[in-house]
């Protein structure tokens, strides 16, 4: 059930870069190349479930301070369907509670042999220090509100596989933009690749600022769903806020949660994606969710598919540095 | 160190079920199945010492939400000693605590490309409900008090491995009937093979009604004590009780410990079984507890057999389906 | 990438023991006999960054009921870069929490065919009591402020690698002896090793008794410092300490923390070593700690090494006898 090494070749000549920390730096090249490797390792190993030894003999450690299980699994059966370990560091039991720095705690993990650290940390700018202080590969798994690009990968590389070409594409991001990293990578890596792109949701989650990222903003759903080729519906991420951004989750989900309604006004050919969790009956409803439209269970295996494609990558640029 | 896979043939014909659930629906024929795939794993393996790489490149996720190490343990040993990658799910930390349901946290793991998923939840029928819902193979680790299989057949296998034969013994189940999960699947196991089951314990905790499956009810172990083959004393669930359902620990151990003097009182070749953890001095005695008639390890030993001919009889059947 | 079992041959004759408990009783032959093992490991694995499988099919088991990143993930690292499997128990969520022993809990683990567990737990003596008790390999990983034997091993294995011979050396342990477990197995070792060793603390954390263990004592790094070949920093562990043992952190730092006006007082050649987590400011500046004098992350490194020779060295006993 092993796959054969030798039928996955030498990393891209156009990747070079032994971090993944956002998606804003990378050129276009670049996105295609994660993508196109991540489609290669997903026809590889049967949609993701087999096994490869490409990285076998190597260590990507998980250094999570907020809670998640979807993304540090993901990750973490990504590193062993390459053949590498994955270990698994939290914050609670950890040298943090007994005083020692973030960076100490790091370059800690680093000296016992580690080749990928993968971290996710409430403070935005987290991976790019440990990336400046660390030899070993730093992977974002998101910093707070910045960046989450492996997130903005399988989002784009879901679409892709629907629809080849991102260019002339109209994707709307709707809900929670303002606390939302996905958002944010999503922008970076579509744009790049030639999409427009509309964040959309109250007037209270949407600044007008985004339009300086090169964006649409729109704060009514029904007003733009006509033209929108795909929806991102965001997670309402009711534990990042301190105040109330609408009167109420009713009135939230009146406005924009996708339902058969506003499915039957959008285009036959929409695409339905959401980053997870999803509140059913908030952002979207139970049977949209569950529709044909919908690419959510796509996403997740897109997810693993990209974890491994830009472990494989980040470890053949530091190999060959 | 490691054995040749080709030892380990195709999976038996009569075994077509690619979720364990319980062992209520399992014909004789099936438990046989079983118990027999169990003694050969043991013995390919020196005692489950040993890594066979029967089921390489699959993934086995725990998707706990009640405590436990044993049994947890017991799984991702047993997936790991046949060659797949074994995750752990824990409900804290989890998606669910974002407002996820159940079937999506499900539902997510499995797009991940997981082969089988091992569950235990305080809720009768949870195994059930993800069995409809997944694609993967289902194993029930623990459903409230409902069932808690592979714990009937680690116990069942302990039993045959000294006596060969199930029919025509007479096994007690005694202490706490009425929150056991484990009393359920032994009874279910035990009279489909053809053993005769007492249950006993004070009746507050053991019901009349349990005559309705077929078993003895006795509310004094010393009178059903000198009939008795096998004893399997049921742990003392204070976690799972609310209100006390006997005057003391004292008058408990006092009526229904196994201690000397009643060993004394037993058939030489009597078998003591406990699932464990013991409370040494409530359900049985210290010298009782490793003593010879105990084989109180030896279950702990079986149960990773057990979980090994589980975990390669549901792979094998949907590989099949 | 994987390294050829046939390199690393027999374990040594000197080696005789299954458990490794303390350093205490450990002859000069035997500290040597880990020490080489572990350059020997370091060396055939890169730096410790590769896998070997001379441990392939055998299971180590952390019991660890303190908390623990470092140490707990640098055995886990070390088993599985030997080819074992590596398992995680934690205090919380284990059958101890339903009454059952501590042996109980650890006859179960060993049951389920665990060659090796490594037990950390706050009791002296616990990892003895284990080692009575059970037919697999048990290794200390720190008991209550007794004895943490790798510690002391990677710290004399971090020296050895600088300065080749300890005899005739001067290493001064600094800060908190009287809570210190790493204090204790550095004493032994050296000692064996014909160090001269110094325990050098304000008097509150020092006791002149110390002196019976053959050490100099001494309340004024100033004095000493001059003499010494070595440094080793021990952390001031609020967590254990009830009362404050100094008037102040500023107080301590002003008289025993290592900083640069230190530095230039003392041998061109010094080292300085800390086990870690380092409070930064209070035992030990940044520049210091940053410095061409510390081998901090050095010994860091080393701790994976040591950790592979001893959990080899046990297996290798354990199958011979």
Not at 8 to 17: K, N
Not at 106 to 118: C, F, L, Q
Not at 260 to 276: H, N, S, T, V
């Amino acid at each position: 059930m092993s796959i054969d090494v030798s039928e996955i070749g030498e990393i891209p000549a156009v990747w070079t870069r032994r971090h993944l920390l956002g998606l804003e730096e990378l050129s276009a090249e670049e996105l295609v190349c994660v993508l196109d490797a991540a489609v290669m390792f997903k026809e590889a190993t049967g949609g993701c479930r087999q096994k490869l030894s490409v990285l076998a003999g190597r260590t990507c450690a998980n250094l999570f301070f907020e809670a998640s299980t979807r993304t540090r699994t993901s990750f973490a059966l990504a590193a062993r369907r390459l053949g590498a370990d994955a270990l698994d560091f939290s914050a609670s039991g950890s040298s943090l509670s007994k005083g020692e720095t973030f960076i100490d705690t790091a370059k800690n993990i680093e000296a016992m042999g580690i080749d990928v650290v993968v971290v996710r940390h409430r403070t935005p700018g987290t991976p790019h220090l440990l990336a400046q202080q660390l030899d070993c590969s730093v992977v974002n798994a998101g910093d707070g509100p910045h960046e989450h690009p492996t997130q903005g990968l399988l989002d784009i590389m879901t679409i892709r596989e629907h629809r080849r070409e991102l260019a002339g594409l109209t994707v709307a991001l709707v809900g929670d933009i303002s606390h939302s990293r996905t958002a944010r990578s999503n922008i970076w890596g579509l744009k790049r690749l030639g999409a427009h792109v509309i964040v959309c949701g109250p007037s209270t989650l949407v600044s007008r600022r985004w339009e300086e990222l090169g964006v649409e903003v729109s704060y009514n759903l029904d007003d733009i769903l006509p033209r929108c080729d795909v929806l991102n519906l965001l997670r309402i991420q009711f534990e990042r806020q301190s105040t109330r951004p609408f009167p109420s989750v009713r009135e939230y989900a009146h406005l924009y949660a996708m339902n058969r309604e506003r499915l039957a006004r959008a285009k036959d050919d929409i695409m339905i994606l959401a980053p997870g969790p999803i509140n059913r009956g908030v952002e979207i409803t139970p049977d949209v969710a569950d529709g044909p439209q919908s690419v959510i269970l796509e996403q997740v295996t897109n997810g693993l598919a990209i974890r491994m494609a830009v472990l494989w990558l980040v470890c053949g640029a530091n190999l060959r540095l």
